[in-house]
């Protein structure tokens, strides 16, 4: 109580916030995380999807603060362009699935919903799930969405496209051609244009870069790991992006 006392009797900010969650969740939040920025984002993220104890310690473990921090600045600019997007991520860790090795992409989307309550702990509490292998219909021909979702915050549908292996271009124009279809023959009045996902293995940060650049539907290209991340590297990103963002403040005030 103590420690509790002294780590917020001095933020105006936070101090109002904590009595808004649970005293367990309270006490995981103060002793793992080491900023204010870091506190501040989990107790936000618990009273927004009022996490259990158990999501919360889940959450702490795969290192989402510092993720959705890395994310944000290496695809801020996208996502601010396409309000969309903003619910998506560049990276995703699906530790929970019980794959077998080598898997099909066929054994990732059964997984993922075996799993589905887990995947969206993960993936965000305001999406809904809809259906897998969903079949959309261009002319004559059938065309299959891995998973499609809807986010009640952004009122529109999410089609998630599952890759093994690296990002290729193309996969791009598979997934605007879903996008169309949906907003064409899926998508109500009220709703919002809809937003795509592709899921895979590995990217070539600069060829997603290329790829996006040029697309008029709002898409995201994400990687996802079947393991908890390595702490040090993502701390390690974490500085090189406060270093960056040090440097680009200076060069902006000196100018």
Not at 146 to 151: A, I, K, M, P, Y
Not at 168 to 191: F, T, W
Request: glycine content about 4%; aromatic content about 10%; some cysteine.
């Amino acid at each position: 109580m103590k420690q509790f006392y002294e780590t917020y009797k001095d933020n105006p900010k936070l101090s109002p916030l904590v009595t808004e969650i649970p005293w367990s969740n309270n006490l995981l939040i103060m002793t793992a995380c080491k900023s204010d920025e870091a506190r501040e984002f989990y107790i936000r993220a618990c009273i927004e999807n009022h996490y259990s104890k158990r999501e919360l310690e889940r959450q702490i473990e795969s290192m989402f603060y510092e993720r959705t921090a890395i994310s944000e600045a290496k695809y801020g600019a996208l996502t601010r362009r396409n309000e969309g997007l903003s619910a998506l991520r560049d990276a995703y860790v699906l530790e929970f699935l019980d794959l077998p090795n080598p898997y099909r992409e066929k054994d990732l989307r059964k997984q993922i919903v075996s799993h589905l309550k887990d995947f969206i702990l993960e993936f965000g509490k305001d999406f809904s799930f809809i259906g897998e292998e969903y079949r959309i219909q261009v002319g004559n021909t059938d065309f299959f969405i891995d998973l499609l979702f809807f986010n009640r915050a952004l009122s529109c549908l999410v089609a998630v496209e599952l890759k093994i292996g690296m990002f290729r271009p193309e996969h791009l124009g598979q997934l605007n051609l879903y996008l169309e279809a949906l907003d064409r023959d899926m998508k109500k009045p009220n709703e919002n244009p809809s937003v795509g996902l592709i899921l895979c293995t590995g990217k070539d940060d600069t060829v997603v870069e290329y790829a996006l650049s040029r697309s008029l539907s709002p898409a995201m290209v994400a990687d996802y790991t079947l393991h908890l991340p390595d702490k040090k590297k993502l701390q390690e990103k974490m500085r090189e992006i406060a270093e960056l963002s040090a440097e680009e403040l200076e060069e902006h005030e000196s100018n």
